[in-house]
């Protein structure tokens, strides 16, 4: 090894043990500073008194006393008003709804019925898989004559 290399290590090493010393130390102080106790902690702790009974001595008492009588109290039955707005919301969405169908039976070409009652269908959110189940029933599982009344129709959806 060269002079100069080696000089290098020795400076690296005593700058190694100077970090380790003085991380040593600061760890030492620090614990030091926890593990002291103030004055008044220390009498304190002087003036602690054993408990009065132990633990087994409770548990044997709460054993020998009889458990207190719970007796639940009647709820009364109420219907959330919640739930009535949401049957007004989910009434005002179904006229809503056939009331579009209604509007669609209005014309008397069956297959143009049929595209409006897709339209209708598709415009509702129901998805493209439902919607196609719901127009092979009316298309496939009801007469022409069936098909053309709304009640009928209805039913079927």
Do not use: C, W
Not at 38 to 53: S, Y
Not at 64 to 90: D, M
Not at 108 to 113: A, I, P, R, S, Y
């Amino acid at each position: 090894m060269a002079a100069a290399q080696s000089e290098t290590l020795v400076y690296l090493l005593f700058f190694i043990g100077f970090l380790m010393t003085v991380i040593f130390s600061v760890v030492l102080i620090s614990g030091l500073k926890k593990s002291k106790l103030p004055p008044q902690a220390l009498e304190t702790q002087k003036n602690i008194q054993p408990p009065a009974k132990t633990i087994r001595e409770t548990i044997e008492e709460q054993r020998h006393q009889p458990p207190p009588e719970i007796l639940p109290e009647p709820v009364p039955f109420t219907v959330p008003e919640v739930e009535t707005n949401l049957r007004q919301a989910l009434k005002k969405t179904e006229e809503s709804f056939f009331g579009r169908i209604r509007k669609a039976f209005s014309n008397e070409d069956k297959k143009m019925v049929l595209e409006q009652i897709e339209e209708v269908l598709y415009t509702s959110d129901l998805g493209p898989t439902t919607v196609q189940k719901l127009l092979d029933v009316v298309e496939n599982e009801l007469s022409s004559k069936e098909a053309s009344n709304i009640d009928t129709v209805k039913k079927a959806l």
